[in-house]
């Protein structure tokens, strides 16, 4: 196998040549990909939007003294839009006979629809999003409307029920405040009357808890050497030294007072609080509203269509460009001129073109053929027989005949001039490794444009097995050819066949009068099939004609079974100045060709070179601008001031 680096182009070649693979692969991945749609049911989503509004009521400040709060109050409220409890109030709206009337299959739907509305809290800002996904656009819209609506009725109850038991725990509260703060007041008034304490020590606790709050306040930002620091400590030392000196009943009575004054503060708040709770239990404003309603969706989300084919057209394309690579990593045939002449070391000597307008055209013409064969068929006593039709195989095997102006007729002559031929190399066997390759048609284009050429050129019908060329020429394998002549059974000159034998044959007598290069076109054609093909191939008769032949006639090309099926042209190779190898390419492998060039070279034949034949657009061979240009100048109308050339000067023998 050929080792070089692949360029871009090699890689454009490949897909060109592998784009039936690439083909089939997007338009499998496609239909799959279709089919998938439409067997999934369509899923459509919508949302709804509610706003958490802050307590506006006057009994905000006493919710922030006595309800506790988590760190993130939105995911809080999101896992209560979807929560059971708000899911049975909107089952409810959704169907609102069935609770009352069937709870069994109450509690079904909501089983059943619970979780099927997610809440998610829109970063910074205090609304909340309730997504409902469905296959019915106007149901999935309702289950989100009715569960904001669900959840706005759950949070104005539960604040509701949070405001009655606020003011409940007030009330008591309030109560037993009430209860100390009467003890405490008759305690008060009960020493005073017997006059057992005159309030000085009341006043001196009064002053004492004032300096220990100035201590607290100083003592963070000054040191213990600071002068008011020492002369709080001082003051608070000596008043408490004071204190210990009352008696027993000034301590008590001012331990009832400080007592007396906490319990009408608390009394006082707790009166406050109440009526703030009552407000708050009376009220029924909820504390969130519906900024956006759901609307049922005008179009699906899943699947996406657009989106999947696009998906599916690019995973075929990509499936498609590695199996044409696998493909071509595991084609064991040679698709370059690089691999051809790096393989087997050989020159390319030409490239024939695929004609793959031909069969068109050939059917045409065989139409017309067979419309004029009914009529001349309809003449009984028609004197000349019609001359037989050119089949599409036939016009190829002669298509410079035909088609004089085609870049496939400039290709043989690029053949011929690669050939260089001479005295030295007159005598060219034309062959191939397996069969089907076009062998004889490579040869007979050949002949043609040798002939054309002014040479004198035989065209040598060796393959005495599966024989072509005769049909090619429209010649009867009936008359004698060269199985005859190498069985002895007649002489040279009665196997020969010239422009006479053409001009009975398909190419008529105008044909000939137009193509003068007839004249200089012979053919020996094989005659009747024999049954030792090999025997007489490789018979002393074979040599001495090949030697005749050269003496007679400027080229003679000599038209070879192939070599690995059979031994014939092993045979003649030894004896002919030189061997074309004619390759389809893409039709072999690459090592049944370099087998037919090693059994070539052990018979000591010396191998001209190699022709790609039936070359299609996806095998790289010229750069496209070479091939535009011969288009244009093989097709091109010739300048005014031309003139004819004169035919090149035929070797001499």
């Known amino acids: 196998m050929a080792q070089y680096e692949l360029s871009l182009t090699d890689y454009w070649r490949i897909l060109r040549k592998r784009y039936q693979i690439v083909a089939g692969s997007v338009f ?33 400040n006493f919710f922030q003294g006595f309800q506790s709060y988590y760190e993130n109050p939105m995911a809080t409220e999101s896992r209560v839009v979807e929560s059971r409890l708000v899911t049975e109030g909107m089952v409810r709206r959704l169907y609102p006979d069935v609770a009352s009337q069937d709870p069994l299959k109450f509690q079904h739907l909501v089983d059943q629809l619970h979780g099927g509305a997610k809440a998610q809290p829109i970063e910074e800002t205090n609304i909340i999003e309730i997504v409902v996904t469905g296959s019915d656009p106007k149901r999935a819209a309702d289950i989100a409307n009715f569960t904001a609506e669900a959840y706005i009725e759950t949070n104005l109850q539960e604040r509701n029920k949070q405001a009655r038991k606020v003011r409940e725990f007030v009330e008591v509260q309030l109560t037993q405040t009430e209860i100390k703060l009467r003890t405490a007041e008759e305690a008060v008034r009960r020493m005073r009357e017997q006059g057992t304490a005159t309030g000085v020590g ?53 331990r009832l007072t400080r007592e007396l004054e906490i319990n009408q503060k608390m009394y006082g708040t707790l009166r406050e609080r109440l009526e703030e709770a009552r407000i708050a239990e009376a009220e029924k404003v909820p504390d969130a509203s519906i900024i956006e309603r759901a609307m049922p969706p005008q179009a699906p989300i899943s699947p996406r269509k657009p989106l999947s084919l696009a998906i599916g057209l690019l995973l075929g394309l990509l499936l498609g460009c590695v199996l044409a690579f696998v493909t071509e990593t595991m084609d064991t045939s040679i698709g370059t001129i690089e691999d051809v002449e790096t393989l087997l070391n050989l020159p390319v000597l030409a490239v024939i073109p695929h004609v793959p307008k031909e069969e068109k055209r050939e059917r045409r013409t065989i139409i017309q053929l067979k419309r004029q064969l009914r009529l001349l068929r309809a003449k009984p006593r028609l004197l000349f027989k019609p001359r037989k039709g050119v089949g599409r195989d ?36 034309v062959t191939s490794s397996g069969p089907g390759e076009g062998k004889t048609t490579v040869l007979s284009n050949l002949g043609i444009v040798i002939a054309q050429g002014g040479a004198k050129t035989m065209l040598l019908a060796s ?37 006479s034998d053409f001009i009975l044959g398909k190419f008529g007598y105008e044909e000939a009068v137009k193509n003068p290069y007839l004249s200089n076109l012979f053919i020996l054609s094989t005659g009747r099939l024999p049954e030792n093909p090999v025997e007489l191939i490789g018979s002393k008769g074979m040599q001495d004609l090949l030697h005749t032949l050269r003496s007679q006639f400027d080229v003679i090309l000599v038209d070879a079974p192939p070599l690995l099926p059979v031994a014939d042209s092993l045979l003649l190779a030894p004896y002919v100045d030189g061997v074309v190898l004619v390759y389809e390419v893409g039709r072999i492998s690459r090592a049944m060709l370099l087998r037919a060039k090693t059994q070539l070279e052990s018979v000591g034949a010396k191998v001209f070179g190699v022709v790609l034949n039936h070359v299609r657009p996806e095998v790289q061979t010229q750069p496209r601008d070479y091939y535009y240009y011969r288009q244009r100048y093989a097709y091109g109308e010739k300048p005014k001031d031309a003139h004819p050339v004169s035919s090149p000067t035929p070797p001499t023998s």
């Open 28 to 60: 499998l991945l496609l239909l799959m990909t279709v089919i998938y749609l439409q067997r999934q049911e369509p899923v459509y989503q919508t949302s709804a939007k509610i706003k958490l509004e802050k307590s506006q009521m006057v009994s905000g």
């Open 202 to 254: 009341a006043v001196l606790q009064s002053r004492l808890t004032d300096l220990q709050a100035q201590l607290t306040n100083l003592t963070p930002r000054l040191t213990e050497a600071h002068p008011d620091i020492i002369r709080l400590k001082a003051q608070i030392a000596q008043i408490g030294s004071q204190l210990r000196a009352l008696p027993g009943a000034e301590l008590e009575f001012a």
């Open 394 to 429: 036939d016009r190829l095997a002669l298509h410079v005949h035909y088609a004089p102006n085609s870049i496939t007729s400039e290709a043989y002559r690029i053949l011929r001039t690669n050939l260089k031929l001479s005295a030295e190399r007159k005598v060219i066997l």
């Open 463 to 499: 393959d005495l097995r599966r024989p072509e060329l005769d049909r090619a020429f429209g010649l009867s394998r009936e008359e004698h050819g060269l199985s005859d002549l190498l069985q002895g059974a007649v002489p040279l000159e009665r196997t020969i066949r010239g422009l």
